[in-house]
Antibody
Framework: QVQLVQSGAEVKTSGASVKVSCKAS????????IHWVRQAPGQGLEWMGT????????TYAQKIQGRVTLTRDTSTSTVYMDLSSLRSEDTAVYYC????????????????WGQGTLVTVSS | DIQMTQSPSTLSASVGDRVTITCRAS??????LAWYQQKPGKAPKLLIY???SLESGVPSRFSGSGSGTEFTLTLSSLQPDDFATYYC?????????FGQGTKVEIK
């Protein structure tokens, strides 16, 4: 069965960086993009970016571009999300999700999600 | 970016009720809309894609409709397991923006 398993909770201070991992199993890793979506406490869902797990190309949300980097390791079917210059407003649960590509729309929806990783940024 | 607006923000209902949630897009997204259910402390779960296609394993009491800019998610007979927050998401273009969510509460 498809599974996305994320690394554990992190507590960071302002200005630091955090790296969260997402290990995929149960399907052919390079056939699906992986996306990252975050959710601040009590808030909605915010798309952060995506990585083509086959070729490695990335696309990021404009709001967070320059601070986020997605990478992948095809040998371990793992995607990494690196977020730098952390601020208090980055405190959130970070989810990885498998993107189901729709050619007609050139867009994605998300059929499997990781369990989430809480990142807490304290000053 | 395409803006997605859900209504209502909160909905109080009883078991057995028929419930409808609306999602409006700031521009036409054809039928490129998904619906998710999220329970507290859990990841979202895909319910519906392409506005009205039921994801495998999702109960048939969930249904979706609409196209263009206006969409609805309907729960035909609310069950205890359905009390949760529901999100719409457009995938007409990147970024795939979400609505702000609709919380379905017990009346």
């Amino acid at each position: 069965q498809v599974q996305l398993v994320q690394s554990g909770a992190e507590v960071k201070t302002s200005g630091a960086s955090v790296k969260v991992s997402c290990k995929a199993s149960g399907y052919t890793f390079i056939n699906y993009y992986i996306h990252w979506v975050r959710q601040a406490p009590g808030q909605g869902l915010e798309w952060m970016g995506t990585i083509n797990t086959g070729g490695g190309s990335t696309t990021y949300a404009q709001k967070i571009q320059g601070r986020v980097t997605l990478t992948r390791d095809t040998s371990t079917s793992t995607v990494y999300m690196d977020l730098s210059s952390l601020r208090s407003e980055d405190t959130a649960v970070y989810y990885c999700a498998r993107g189901r590509w729709v050619a007609e729309s050139s867009g994605f929806y998300f059929d499997y999600w990781g369990q989430g990783t809480l990142v807490t940024v304290s000053s | 970016d395409i803006q997605m607006t859900q209504s209502p923000s909160t909905l109080s209902a009883s078991v057995g009720d028929r419930v409808t949630i609306t999602c409006r897009a700031s521009q036409s997204i054809s039928s490129w809309l998904a619906w998710y259910q999220q329970k507290p402390g859990k990841a979202p779960k895909l319910l519906i894609y392409k506005a009205s296609s039921l994801e495998s394993g999702v109960p048939s009491r969930f249904s979706g409709s609409g196209s263009g800019t206006e969409f609805t998610l309907t729960l035909s007979s609310l069950q205890p397991d359905d009390f949760a927050t529901y999100y719409c998401q457009q995938y007409n273009s990147l970024p795939g923006t979400f609505g702000q969510g609709t919380k379905v509460e017990i009346k």
